[in-house]
C-alpha cells in the first residue's frame, strides 16, 4: 500500500501590521492590547492525496484546499500568566469524504507562588476527526464512508518545587482525558473512554542549559465497554535542553506496562519514545520534529 502526499504553501500571514507587533516563536507577529499579546494568523495550502483511504484496491487521488486559523492571547500579571489559544482546520476536498472541520481550544494558567514552587492548570477542548483509513475505519474507508469524529476533553493540574536554576527540581501532576465518539456508532460503540493520570517528574541540572529527567507515570482507563479497561504504568528516562540553545526540547526514552482487567487478554509491555525537538540555526529559521510511541487507547491498535 502506497501513499504520497503533496503539500504546496499557499499563504501564511499574521492578520496585523509589523510596524505594531514583536515576533513569537511559531507565531510571527502579535498585536499589543494594553498589557496583553495578541497573536492573530492564518495559512493557507493545497494538499494532494494519492491514497485518500488508504486502500491498496481503491487508490483513490483527492485535491484538498484547507484553512488553518489560529487565535492566541496572552496576558502575564506579577507571578501570573494566562494564555487562551484556538486553532481551527478546515479542508475542503474534491472527494466529499475527505471534507472536514476540525476545532481546538486551550486555555493554561500558571502562577509562580514563590521562588520555590510553581502551580498551572490547563485544559483543552478539542472537536476534531480520524483520519480515513486510520484506527476505526483502518482497510474498510471508500468513499460513502464518514471520517469518524470525536470530542476530546483534557484538563492537566501541575506543580513544580525548587527554584527554576536549582541543581534539582520535583514536578507532580493529575492529567484526566475524556473521549466521546460523536458519529458511526456501529463502529464507536464501547469505545468512550475516561483516563487518570497522576505522574511525578524527577529533573537533575547537569549544565546550565541541560537537565536529566525521570519520569514516572500510571493511568487508569475506564470505556464504556467495561471489558477494554487498563491500567499503564510508564517509566521514562532523558534530557531537557534548554530554549537558550538552538536546539531545544525533551528526549525520553523508556518501557510502558499495559494490563488489562479482562483476563481473556494478555498484558503487555512495550518501548516508549517521546521526543519533542526544536533547532533554530538562525532567529528566521526553525525546524521541529516530534516522535511518540505508546500504546494506543483504541481497542483495535491495542
Do not use: W
Not at 30 to 53: C, M, Q, T, W
Not at 68 to 89: D, H, M, R, V, W
Not at 281 to 287: D, G, H, L, M, N
Not at 291 to 301: K, V
Amino acid at each position: 500500500m502506497q501513499k504520497t502526499i503533496i503539500k504546496l504553501f499557499v499563504f501564511s500571514a499574521c492578520l496585523t501590521g509589523a510596524a505594531e507587533s514583536f515576533a513569537q516563536d511559531d507565531f510571527g507577529f502579535s498585536k499589543k492590547l494594553g498589557d496583553s499579546d495578541f497573536y492573530p494568523a492564518v495559512r493557507l495550502e493545497y494538499v494532494s492525496d494519492s491514497n485518500i483511504f488508504l486502500d491498496s484496491d481503491n487508490e483513490t487521488e483527492s485535491a484538498n484546499f484547507r484553512v488553518t486559523p489560529q487565535l492566541l492571547f496572552n496576558a502575564q500579571n506579577g507571578q501570573i500568566s494566562i494564555e487562551a489559544e484556538y486553532k481551527g482546520e478546515y479542508n475542503n476536498s474534491d472527494v466529499s469524504a475527505g471534507s472536514y472541520a476540525d476545532h481546538s481550544l486551550r486555555f493554561e494558567t500558571t502562577a509562580e507562588l514563590s521562588k520555590r514552587f510553581r502551580t498551572g492548570a490547563s485544559l483543552a477542548l478539542l472537536s476534531e476527526h480520524q483520519d480515513l483509513g486510520t484506527r476505526l475505519t483502518r482497510g474498510i474507508a471508500d468513499e460513502n464512508t464518514d471520517a469518524v469524529e470525536f470530542n476530546q476533553t483534557g484538563f492537566n493540574v501541575f506543580g513544580t518545587y525548587g527554584a527554576a536554576q536549582a541543581r534539582g527540581n520535583i514536578s507532580f501532576g493529575l492529567t484526566l482525558d475524556a473521549l466521546n465518539f460523536t458519529n458511526q456508532a456501529a463502529l464507536t460503540d464501547g469505545q468512550n473512554y475516561l483516563s487518570v493520570e497522576p505522574y511525578g517528574v524527577f529533573s537533575l541540572r547537569v549544565s546550565p542549559d541541560l537537565r536529566a529527567l525521570a519520569e514516572l507515570r500510571l493511568a487508569s482507563t475506564s470505556y464504556d465497554n467495561r471489558l477494554l479497561d487498563r491500567s499503564e504504568a510508564t517509566v521514562l528516562f532523558g534530557v531537557d535542553i534548554s530554549t537558550t540553545r538552538k536546539l531545544s526540547g525533551q528526549i525520553k526514552v523508556g518501557g510502558t506496562l499495559t494490563e488489562y482487567d479482562n483476563d481473556s487478554l494478555r498484558d503487555t509491555s512495550q518501548l516508549t519514545i517521546r521526543t519533542g525537538l526544536n533547532y533554530k540555526p538562525v532567529e528566521y529559521s526553525a525546524f521541529s520534529l516530534a516522535l511518540s510511541r505508546g500504546t494506543d487507547r483504541l481497542s483495535d491498535n491495542a
